[in-house]
Structures are given as structure tokens and as C-alpha cells.
């Protein structure tokens, strides 16, 4: 595995174990339990993949996720996270850091800004220009927001966004930014100037996969 996906799911783990199977996460009604159950099945059950973009299959995809939580104890799911099988289609040593650095990067950041007294921590080396590589997600994330966005990482870079509007300007690091275009709009330490209305829209736009 390589540097970045593999650091930030070994960090995640040990919050994990730290902060044990009930502490809150900021994925709408789940604890630290079920976000790890998600993580597990997202790299273990590929005939599960596509449950995010077929609504009928939601339902299936989350009772196997329940299934798994319950049937494991806590250490023991956050053990299997650890040790991520090599046969995975998401983390195998090929794929690993393109499928993961993003996904495990955001949900560390959800379950450490769902604590009290979070604060923005210091990135490894090398991480924002990783995620910074990644953003053209957030074009496909921003696309059906009535607004055009300018999104701007000083010392990275910036595009243009967004559904077409009124123009909003979006600043701040790489990792800020990819959390904000995932969803974490509250939690994310980001810049925003534009017409309030459009602010507004931005902030509160239900964005993520």
C-alpha cells in the first residue's frame, strides 16, 4: 500500500479504538460503529459498489452493513479496518491510494470534527497536494448547484464549478476544500465570498456521493 491511504486509515483506526463504538460521527445518524461497518463493507462486498448510485439497492447494502456491526465486536471491526484484504477491488496495492486517500482523509474528519473541542490538525507532509490532485471530484460534486463556484487553493491552484449563477468564491487549503465539496460544509475552515443568497445555497447544498 502506499503512503497517504494506508497513514490515514491506520490514523482513523487508532481514533477509533480510542474513542471506542458509540462516539458520534458527523454521517448523519451513525456512531463510530456503524462508520466502520461502512468502511468494511465498501472494500469487502464489491457486488455492494454501485449501491450509492442505485437507489433500490440502498436498503440491501444497509442491512448487510448492520449485519456486519452487529456480528463483530468493536475491536474486532476495527482490527479487520486495519488489515484490509490485498484481493479487495478498493484496496489492493494498485488501487489503494487512488480509491482511499480521499475516502479515508474525509471520514477521519468525521469522526474527529464530531468531538468536542476539535481543531484542525497538522497533515502529513504531502497529503494536501494529494487531495489537491483528487479535487476535480468536486466538480462532478458541485455540478447541480445553482451557482457558479470559483474554487481556489492558494499555492495549488483553482477552477470554475457548479451549476451556472451567481458567482461565489470558495478559499482554502486542499483538504478544507475536499472536505466542503464532500458535504462538511459546517465543520469545513474554508473562505466564502459571493452574494449572500448564493453563499447561502452553497453552505447549505446537499452535496457528497
Known sequence: MTAFAYRERLALAALLEHLGPDAPTLCEGWTTADLT???????????LLLSVLLPPTIRWSEQIRRRL????????LVELLRRPPVWSLLSNPLTDEVANTVEFFVHHEDVRRAQLGWEPRQLPTGLDAALWRRIWLARM??????????VSAPGFGQFTAGGGGPTVRLIGAPSELTLFCFGRQKVARVELTGPDEAVTL???ARLGV
Open 202 to 204: 452553497l453552505r447549505s
Open 37 to 47: 461497518a461502512h468502511l468494511l463493507v465498501r472494500e469487502r462486498r464489491p457486488d
Open 69 to 76: 456491526r452487529d456480528s463483530h465486536s468493536f475491536p474486532e
Open 141 to 150: 460534486l458541485l455540478r447541480k448547484v445553482p451557482v457558479t463556484v470559483t
